[in-house]
């Protein structure tokens, strides 16, 4: 089932409640209802394609478009303005679309229309009459297997990969997520992530609308606002990474009060560091609570609750859905054995857009400790364990790819940037463990013989082709590159290990 026809149904029922607030305006049911079938008319209008580019800050401007595009039978393919203009081009030329719904002020943050690829509709909201009555329009009601969002993560190559979330993908998480954090429409959510990533999408926008809640949202992350709104609007439920819960140890005029209303204070994406967990809970009196998830899992899988929680641990699974650990042979292991993590449940990705591949390098089958019936299922990459009372702990990854302030960072994209400087014989990225963002980007190079090295014209060459948290915060000089046998660059020797 998708949820449009309940949060519809929800905003006919209860027009006048505040649904959204946000850095301009707010929002009551009825005026996002309304707005969505204004939308839906424009996108009827300028584009035939299946797919419609979604390029908005965190507000309520992304839920009215997000609903339009599904009240036009529509799929949105939500767009990171944060990735450089390359990586943004591709995305928009593999998603197949040849419309974007943005505002004004979004095309000058990311460097004005030029950055659009040309032959692509560009609709600024601003330039959209929403004056008169809403054009009336039955909402569909599409099926569970019925993609329902195009959401772009990083792939091993470097490029981003399309990740297909269907209607009941995402109906099923949301529900999932309300049942296992007993969360109501009494609750209040503060959202600063960007609407883009699964969990801001999911979480901190359909979630809310489901089941009638208010959310208070900001475009911009800036721990003084952060405080002032949690002090203004008193929300119950805040989610961020621990880089941002890092940085609002920095404003001083806040203390237990400020935070009193909070009851779910989740981070994710990361690792969140012993220092800013005891600190959080020291000055602020508020226990930060973990939670796991993909963007190829809609993306909650796992959260730890009040009521449910263990330090380092990212909590239990959530109804539904499934946590099995595996060794290298892909049986699986006792507790507190370390493996990979496969996922099962109703919110598994439909699998990677226009990657038959890709996807089935992830997507199995597995029979789960104590069932006969063999589920389909999702190889993660990462490590971790169960214990005996259900609860995962992440313990590292397969994969080399970081983790920077949640974004998903692969050394190989960065090491294709380095190896293009002409003065650079061959590169090496590693993470380095940073108290502010999860990991920072290191690299090492090898100099071509007879040229001085310049880290500072280096830098700049990569600031020129990457988004700014994937250029390296150090570049270290090497006569050689620490190689194996086989001339493989070895990386645990570059970390110390």
Known sequence: MSLLRPIVFRALKHPKRVAVIDDRRTYSYGKLLAGAMFVAREIRRATQARHV????????????????????????VPLNYLLAKDELQYVIGDSDIDTIITSTQMLEFIGGPEVIPEGIK???????????????????????????????????????????????????????????????????FLGVLPQFHSFGLTV?????????????????????????LIEEHRPDIFIAVPSMYG?????KKSGPESF?????????????????????????????????????TSPCTNWSTPDRHKRHSVGPAL???????????????????????????????????????QTEQVITTITPPGDSTPARAFRTGDIGKLDEDGFLYITGRIKEMLIVGGENVFPREIEEV?????????????????GMRGEVPIAFVEIEEGVDFDESAIRNHCRDTLAQFKVPKEINVLDELPRNPTG??????????
């Open 53 to 76: 580019g979604v390029m908005l800050p965190t507000s309520g401007a992304f839920p009215i478009t997000l609903l339009g595009s599904w009240f036009a039978r529509r799929v949105p």
């Open 122 to 188: 560009v609709i600024e909201l601003e330039k959209v009459s929403f004056k008169g009555l809403p054009p009336l329009c039955w909402p569909p009601n599409p099926s569970d297997d019925e993609l329902a969002v195009l959401l772009y993560t990083s792939g091993t190559s470097g490029k981003p990969k399309g990740v297909m979330l269907t209607h009941g993908n995402i109906q099923s998480n949301a529900e999932a997520a309300v049942e296992h954090a007993n969360i109501t429409k009494a609750d209040t």
């Open 204 to 228: 901190l926008t359909l979630l809310p609308l489901r089941i009638g809640a208010r959310v208070v949202y900001t475009a911009r992350f800036v721990p003084r606002k952060i405080v002032s």
């Open 247 to 251: 940085a609002l140890l920095s404003v």
């Open 260 to 296: 009193k209303s909070i009851r779910l204070a989740v981070s994710g994406a990361e690792p969140l560091p012993d220092a800013t967990y005891e600190a959080f809970q020291e000055r602020f009196n508020l226990k930060l609570l973990e939670g796991y998830g993909l963007t190829e």
């Open 319 to 357: 109804p539904g859905v499934g946590n099995v650990i595996v060794d290298n042979d892909g049986n699986p292991v006792d507790p507190n054995t370390e493996g990979e993590i496969i996922l099962t449940g109703p919110n598994l990705m439909k699998g990677y857009y226009k990657l038959d591949e």
């Open 418 to 434: 380095l190896n293009n400087h002409p003065s650079v014989k061959a590169s090496a990225v590693v993470g380095k463990q940073d």
């Open 488 to 497: 493989k660059i070895m990386r645990r020797a570059l970390k110390g290990e």
